[in-house]
């Protein structure tokens, strides 16, 4: 999160009461993710952090999340649409994006990857087919996929470890927005 006006960002996200007046005394977006993860406001924070990473970078936060919780047992078709997310991150491309989508659709699919899927579909430049009239997406619901799949993920991960994992995936959307955990750099490697 950097020293940007938090407003901007928040304006992409349905924010609690609590945390709509803490926006009020704190309009500096680091400032106020921090507040927010300081006053245990966990969801809201979750939120903002989603809101104000990049597109990309949010799709990548997702994925690390949604992969800690559902290794070390994926099902196959966990596997191929995680892959086909990481292979988009590395080479976006719209064939791509509308195949996550439609694997998305399958029962065996797990309900926090197929947020990240839609998601991923949800930040490209139109929900209609090629050839039909462009129609583009609300930039509020990619973020409000890619939270809610972390926060189901970490409700996952919280069952399978007995630990809080909110806060975790906090420390680590702070960390991509600091470059850290670059997905360019961790796609080229697997």
Wanted: hydrophobic share 45%.
């Amino acid at each position: 999160m950097t020293g940007k006006e938090a407003s901007q960002a928040a304006s992409l996200c349905d924010l609690s009461e609590d945390a709509q007046k803490l926006l009020a005394k704190e309009p500096d977006s680091a400032r106020f993710f921090k507040a927010l993860v300081d006053g245990e406001m966990h969801d809201d924070a979750l939120l903002f952090a989603a809101a104000c990473l990049a597109p990309m970078d949010r799709i990548w936060w997702g994925v690390m999340c949604v992969w800690e919780s559902l290794r070390p047992d994926v099902n196959d078709d966990d596997d191929l649409l995680l892959q086909m997310l990481v292979g988009y991150l590395r080479e976006p491309n719209e064939d791509l994006r509308w195949k996550c989508r439609t694997m998305a659709k399958r029962k065996e699919v797990s309900p926090q990857l197929k947020m990240l899927a839609h998601a991923l579909f949800h930040s490209g430049e139109s929900v209609t087919p090629a050839g039909g009239p462009k129609l583009k997406p609300s930039p509020k619901v990619p973020v409000a996929l890619i939270a809610t799949a972390i926060k189901s993920a970490a409700t996952a991960c919280g069952q399978k470890k007995k630990v809080g994992m909110k806060p975790e995936f906090l420390r680590l959307a702070m960390e991509v927005s600091r470059g850290q955990h670059n997905w360019a750099t961790a796609a080229a490697a697997t």
